[in-house]
């Protein structure tokens, strides 16, 4: 019996409760003979070879001292021991105070909170160690590759090709470039969860698939990031080409209405409270839509495709840093990719396979894998953005590409959809053998396939090398490029072999190991992914110059609070850990590192991109310095800065500031001039907000007795507040009394009838009770919170409440009067 006459590897003892007819209807090609029945044994050693492979590459991380750098310790972890700290305390942090002086963690789809797996790993380990969080966003690549072993048992391949798939998923391309970016890994994981109870729901219509279907494409949803929302659209696109490939569409939808119905309202009820609330963020956020020309800066160029043949072409691996590749610095056309963005390598014999076994020889062409090509080509074509003339309409007339700022996240699908690819064609040469155009296809065609892959290999070689010369890194390249082909050609040789003398099983599992071999090499802990752990020392194990810096801030600001003061920080200038570690060291930061800001926030005041250059960190008009007003009504009185004051860049203000603490990398002055955090005002002055911010133009008030009010919020007070007769008299007395992150008291007393104001930022979802009665709560003083109050002695209670009815309806509300507009 030849090796295509029976099942693959398995024995009449060792068979599965998958029949073999249905794994043959799941593979759904003329090659359902070659169907390979998996056993519980190959499950278990397809998964403990993957396993083995992730902890193997964890154990370089550790081996070396090294963590996942740049947005994963600068942004999610801090993130995290936020919500961690949060958690022990028993709240769930729906705000965040010690980020842009407070920011709605509950709406920013990189908190975490929504993450059921770092929502119980930070109830377990609160302050887990930077190592730690990375072990678990390892352990999530590991959940996404026994999905894609699943996915790849389901179609029959062999183990030794689903390990492949798996080996792929889990750190092939930018699985492993952009490890940095947690909230997409999270996305990107989950997404073979979600098809495989996808395809189970399609081919058993019960509404307990449905159900498990929804959840798990919700989890995968919840991220809420670019990479999610592609896979949703492959998820839906999978139920259409069913449907499409099935004899009768429409029946074919109807028969399994009931499962998609429990599928759509299991996600929406997940998914609905998140979403909007993010919604509403965006529309409140300095970036409620992204521009066409924005995006279109943040598309793969076709010469980084060359990455998937020589992963080190452009200086990718290079631990000085030397990247010469596309990018800001390299582009005459505005591009905003870098290293890790562009880089695409899986290993040289799943890119051998595909060129010569898939497209060459024909075989991506197969049906029984049509749908993963189809989306490979999808992916590619939004990848490439703007070197595309498809990108353009997309981008004008398909839903929610406008909010999302890099078609480069698309190489996500592509990962994924050449991790699947390469099974299927290794899959096939164990089965088959070498492909044979030209006894199978007409020779015309088969000449074009094999013109179409020696020349997409030449163009693609020929424009690394190019554009490596024009930048003068020609000698380089031409190394990486001969190292990249004899590798190519070794694999192409022991595909021979193997087929030549009947050793095509052993041949795959040679290249297998090979593979996993290279990727460990290549994509784990490189320089692409890994940085000495020392580099974010503040938030672990603080050096000693910053345990000192942080000791005499922390002294004074515990002298400050004793009298019932609330001040605010600014740290600029120190390096990447420093600009969100005051989440970790409980500090209300006036600046910090996140793309999502409140757009008031974000003109009045100029925080930047992020606070480790201080180039970046803006002074406009209504914040021209230190000393101004607003700076005051923010209680900014601290600074903490990467270099003396004399020495920061020329368009920095430079105040008279006492410094608390001198060393040779952190100065920490103190400012001296915050207003308080709560004061009564018993006169009210009108305001357009908008127009003071876009005209650099706040209004003079007196900041003890005197408040600004918007416009738009005048009608909710008595209007006997705006009389001028009413600045001067007696001054009130407004007491904080306690202070959470989610819930404020203040104490108010007051011989006239005023106005409370909070310099806490004015936001949607924040709720006002005077003496337990709810209360209007209106912007004032531009950025901040003000509750009318009557004469007297009252408790007023500042509560957010985002998941109120009340809250999630003005979402909606603000999102449809967007859409109509």
């Given amino acids: 019996m030849s090796i295509s006459d029976r099942p693959l590897g398995v024995s009449g003892a060792e068979e599965s409760p998958l029949a073999l007819g249905e794994a043959r209807r799941a593979l759904a090609g003329p090659d359902a003979a070659h ?6 044994r190959d499950a278990l050693t397809a998964f403990g070879a993957i396993a083995l492979f992730m902890a193997l590459a964890a154990g370089l991380w550790i081996a070396n001292g090294a963590v996942v750098p740049w947005d994963s310790k600068n942004h999610f972890y801090p993130m995290f021991r936020f919500l961690g700290e949060a958690l022990r305390h028993g ?14 963690s509950v709406a920013d789809p990189q908190s975490l909170i929504f993450t059921p797996t770092f929502f119980l790993f930070a109830l377990l380990r609160p302050a887990a160690t930077m190592q730690e969080f990375d072990l678990l966003v390892l352990a999530h690549l590991l959940m996404g590759g026994a999905g894609v072993l699943a996915l790849c048992a389901r179609r029959g391949f062999i183990p030794c090709a689903a390990v492949l798939a798996g080996l792929i998923f889990m750190l092939g391309g930018v699985a492993a470039s952009r490890l940095q970016h947690t909230g997409m890994i999270i996305s990107y994981s989950f997404f073979p969860l979600a098809l495989l109870t996808l395809e189970i729901m399609l081919e058993r219509p019960r509404l307990l698939y449905g159900v498990g279907f929804g959840i798990l494409a919700s989890l995968m949803a919840l991220g809420r990031d670019q990479v999610a929302y592609l896979f949703c659209l492959v998820l839906i696109a999978r139920v259409l080409y069913a449907a499409a490939v099935s004899r009768r569409p429409l029946d074919y939808l109807l028969g399994r209405w009931p499962a998609l119905l429990a599928a759509a309202a299991t996600g929406a009820a997940i998914l609905i409270a998140p979403v909007l609330l993010t919604l509403q963020f965006l529309a409140t956020s300095n970036r409620p839509g992204i521009a066409f020309g924005v995006a279109a800066a943040g ?13 080190d072409i452009f200086g990718s691996l290079d631990k000085s840093y030397e990247y010469w590749g596309p990018g800001y610095d390299t582009m005459a056309a505005p591009d905003w990719t870098d290293r890790a963005i562009d880089y695409l390598f899986i290993g040289a014999a799943p890119v051998v396979l595909g060129f010569w076994h898939g497209l060459a020889g024909g075989r991506i062409f197969a049906k029984e894998m049509r749908f993963v090509h189809y989306m490979l080509a999808a992916a590619l074509i939004y990848t490439l953005g703007r070197w595309t003339p498809l990108f353009a309409p997309i981008y004008d007339f398909f839903p929610g590409v406008s909010l999302y700022r890099r078609p480069a996240d698309a190489a996500f699908l592509l990962n994924a959809g050449f991790a699947l690819s390469a099974a299927y064609l290794l899959h096939r040469y164990v089965a088959d053998g070498a492909p044979r155009p030209f006894q199978k296809m007409p020779r015309a065609l088969a000449h074009g396939l094999a013109a179409a892959a020696v020349g997409v290999t030449l163009a693609l070689v020929i424009g690394g090398l190019g554009f490596s010369f024009a930048h003068g890194h020609g000698k380089e390249a031409l190394v990486a490029v001969a190292a990249a082909l004899a590798t190519a050609g070794a694999v192409a040789a022991t595909l021979v072999i193997g087929d030549r003398f009947d050793k095509r099983g052993i041949v795959a599992i040679l290249l297998v190991a090979a593979t996993a071999g290279e990727l460990l090499w290549r994509n784990a802990a490189d320089p692409l992914n890994a940085e000495p752990a020392t580099r974010y020392s503040i938030l672990n194990e603080a050096s000693p110059q910053e345990r000192g810096a942080i000791a005499a801030l922390r002294k004074d600001i515990a002298e400050r609070a004793a009298k019932g003061e609330r001040p605010r920080v600014e740290i600029l200038g120190l390096p990447g850990g420093w600009q969100n570690a005051s989440m970790i060291l409980g500090l209300e930061d006036t600046l910090g590192y996140n793309p999502l800001r409140i757009a008031d926030y974000e003109r009045a005041v100029g925080p930047g991109d992020n606070a480790v250059d201080p180039n970046l960190r803006h002074y406009p008009g209504t914040f021209r310095g230190y000393r101004c ?14 270099r003396p004051l004399a020495r920061m860049p020329r368009h920095m203000p430079r105040p008279n500031a006492l410094p608390i603490f001198v060393s040779d990398q952190i100065y920490v002055y103190k400012l001296g001039r915050a207003a308080p955090r709560a004061y009564f005002a018993t006169r009210v002055m009108g305001v357009d907000s908008d127009a003071a911010i876009a005209e650099d133009d706040i209004p003079d008030f007196d900041g003890t007795r005197e408040a600004l009010v918007d416009q738009a919020d005048l009608p909710r007070l008595d ?23 989610e819930r404020i008291l203040v104490d108010v007393e007051s011989d006239r009838d005023g106005l409370l104001v909070l310099h806490d930022l004015y936001y949607p979802g924040w709720q006002a009770l005077v003496d337990g009665a709810p209360a209007p709560i209106v912007k004032a003083n531009i950025l901040f919170r003000g509750v009318p109050t009557t004469k007297g002695r009252h408790r007023i209670e500042f509560l957010f409440r985002p998941f109120s009815l009340a809250n999630l309806a003005s979402a909606a509300s603000t999102l449809l009067d967007h859409r109509e507009e």
């Fill in 35 to 40: 169907a390979h029945i998996w056993t519980r």
């Fill in 299 to 311: 598309s793969l160029a076709p010469v980084n495709l060359v990455t998937l043949l020589a992963p």
């Fill in 629 to 642: 007003k607003l700076a005051r009504l923010l209680g900014l009185d601290y600074l903490v800065l990467g």
């Fill in 91 to 104: 709240e769930v942090p729906l705000w965040n105070p010690y980020h842009f002086a407070g920011h709605p």
């Fill in 719 to 741: 209007p006997a507040l705006a009389d001028p007769a009413l600045a001067g008299g007696p001054e009130a007395k407004a007491t904080i009394v306690a202070y959470e992150s």
